[in-house]
């Protein structure tokens, strides 16, 4: 069964139809991004804009888009903020939730998968989650002060943002960071002392003072870390609550209590913890005895 669930900032589809022994449930959290040129002004060939598109910010010089480097950025974009994004994260389903039977009878609870898409639409797209501008950058212009919905043609660039103690650079591609943000991500450190909640959370401490933080997506690098999981998780807390509420999801599942019970699963507790590699589906007393499967186990398809 997909069931979807519309959030603000992505559309939520829980795919229980791939599920087997082997195969957890899967998470699709779509993002239609509407993008629209920044040019210069009058048709020119070439002009200026404002960082952050501020006034009283120095300006880079911009050219105008080209049909065809218009199509080619934003399908380099996509695809690798995509990749970039999509398949890292297992939830382990500690609600009981989505339980199904397989062949001979055996019950199942599934973990799930979480993926991710981007629909790339023009900016007069009426059903947008998010609205981006994009200046293309002259050739002579390395930096333009970019924002979560104003990108510069350069943003997809693996470029240096800070050094970490060791003297390493520390890289990053700004488009993955900000898709981050367009998830519901705030900057690593917030919430530390340098970068208090109430502040100014673009403060420069607010992307990492420490290395590994610095390393971070949400940071100054490129790293994944687990607490970036928590998009996905909030969207299948919806959908167990949902499921466990009114049986939308699997109808089946409420002729199933009993199997409910076994897990000791609770969708209005469950953690639903995530893990970076593959965590294969439990029987229920696997869920409720806390076991982890993450090699394949030995079973009758
Ligand atoms: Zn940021």
Known sequence: MKSTIQFPRFDAELNTDVCDPMNNAELMLTLRLGFTQINPAAGAAEGTYHDYNRATAPTRKIIKWTDAAWTAWKENFVSTAQSFWTGKFWLVNDAGSFPFMARGGQTYIPNVWCRMKIVAQEGTATDNHHAIEVVRLHASESWFGSHERLYDSKDTNLVQKNTDSAGNRVMQRAHVHEVGHLLGLGHVDIGKAHCPASGNTNDAACYGIADDDM???????????????????????????????????????????????????????????????????????????????????????
């Open 215 to 301: 390393r971070s997506v949400m940071g100054s690098g490129m790293e994944l870390r687990l607490e970036h999981a928590e998009p996905w998780r909030e969207a299948i807390r919806a959908f167990s609550v949902a499921e466990a509420v009114m049986g939308i999801i699997n109808p089946a599942s409420l002729l199933l209590p009993l199997g409910r019970l076994m897990v000791g699963g609770n969708p209005l507790t469950a953690v639903w913890p995530a893990k970076m590699r593959r965590h294969y589906p439990r029987t229920p007393e696997e869920a409720a005895a806390g076991t982890l499967l993450t090699s394949p186990p030995r079973r009758a398809a």
